[in-house]
């Protein structure tokens, strides 16, 4: 399939606002972590924090939008995909746990992923009951 000149222009914003949500989402993931380290000296509970924060942003975001058609597909890709996509992080939630598996503090890992994962998943229910209700 080939594509016009003005699907080529809409697939290319696609990709501007996912990076430009990305880096936004980027940065304030940077924030939230120095804001755990300076204020309770804990970078694991700033992985936490985005993470909590992420998935009820998301929840909401997705409940609200969900049976909206008047809102355009630019702003999914901007908000959902591009700036909570970069905010959350995985990544890092699964990286500490292995590292705090290896140093044998299972308790800490246990609570910090499964923690993660279930109060996650309660904020991602929370976030959409909220934004469906709107």
């Not at 290319?12 to 430009?20: I, P, Q, S």
């Not at 990544?91 to 044998?104: D, K, R």
Request: hydrophobic letters at 50%; glycine letters at 14%.
């Amino acid at each position: 399939m080939v594509l016009s000149y003005q699907d080529r222009g809409t697939e290319l914003l696609g990709w501007f606002l996912v990076a430009a949500g990305g880096a936004a989402g980027a940065m304030a993931r940077y924030g939230i972590n120095l804001l755990m380290i300076r204020t309770i000296d804990s970078g694991l509970a700033g992985t936490f924090a985005a993470n909590i924060s992420g998935s009820i942003l998301l929840g909401f975001f997705i409940g609200f939008t969900q049976d909206r058609s008047n809102i355009p597909e630019e702003y999914r890709l901007l908000v959902a995909v591009g700036f909570l996509g970069s905010y959350t992080t995985f990544s890092t939630l699964t990286l500490v746990s292995t590292q705090l598996f290896e140093e044998g503090d299972i308790l800490r890992a246990s609570v910090n992923l499964f923690g993660s994962i279930f109060v996650g998943l309660l904020a991602a229910l929370v976030g959409l009951a909220i934004g469906r209700a709107l």
